[in-house]
Structures are given as structure tokens and as C-alpha cells.
């Protein structure tokens, strides 16, 4: 069993920054990939960017790129997102998970095992 607590939304104005943590626990946090995820009102909850377990590849949407960037500490057993230049429609709560069984792919709910309860981030224009 991996345990997931994120931290670190809140309510930001339109092109501010905010840095999201995922604290892991459980299993061994380097032996397996990690990625966030988002869901606003109303939507499907949607890929934003994915790590290998090295941290030595990194994977986008289009939405997020060149806005945010992934990393990890697995010193640390943690994840981070950080978000700049946040738009409106950064607007969901973010969830972070973790791909325990090695999918070998960052992009879909269904190749993570473990997720989050979530953390609201909102973006005032």
C-alpha cells in the first residue's frame, strides 16, 4: 500500500505561482513513477505532468508546458508541482499518484494504482 497526502493549493491570483507537494509513504517512493493529475467543475479529471522514477524523465500536457515543472526528492519521499504564470483555468483540485505496478506510461488515470485525496488550487482573474 503507497499513502499519498497532498499539500500546498490555495487561492492565487492570475499569473502567480504555487508549489504543490505529494508526501508518499508505505513503499519504497523511488521504485515507482508519479504524476498529478487535475479535475476543475464539471470536467474529467486530466493528466499535468509525470515523472519516472529517477526523476530523470518528465512528462507535460500541452496546457501546462513551459508553465510548470515536476520533480521529486526521493531523499525525501515527495513530489512536487510547481505552477507559475497560473491562469483561471488552472482552476481544480490536484491530485498526485503513483504508478506502483510500472505501467511504463505517465498519461492516463488507469496506469496509477495509488492517488491522493487532493488539494484545491484556485486562480482569481
Known amino acids: 500500500q503507497v499513502q499519498l497526502v497532498e499539500s500546498g493549493g490555495g487561492l492565487v491570483q492570475a499569473g502567480g505561482s504555487l508549489r504543490l507537494s505529494c508526501a508518499a509513504s508505505g513503499r519504497t517512493f523511488s521504485n515507482y513513477a508519479m504524476g498529478w493529475f487535475r479535475q476543475a467543475p464539471g470536467k474529467e479529471r486530466e493528466f499535468v505532468a509525470g515523472?519516472?522514477?529517477?526523476?530523470?524523465?518528465?512528462y507535460y500536457a500541452d496546457s501546462v508546458k513551459g508553465r510548470s515543472t515536476i520533480s521529486r526528492d526521493n531523499a525525501k519521499n515527495t513530489v512536487y508541482l510547481q505552477m507559475n504564470s497560473l491562469k483561471p483555468e488552472d482552476t481544480a483540485v490536484y491530485y498526485c499518484a503513483a504508478d506502483f505496478y510500472g505501467s511504463g506510461s505517465y498519461y492516463g488515470e488507469k496506469h496509477y494504482d495509488y492517488w491522493g485525496q487532493g488539494t484545491q488550487v484556485t486562480v482569481s482573474s
Open positions: 515523472i519516472s522514477r529517477s526523476g530523470g524523465s518528465t
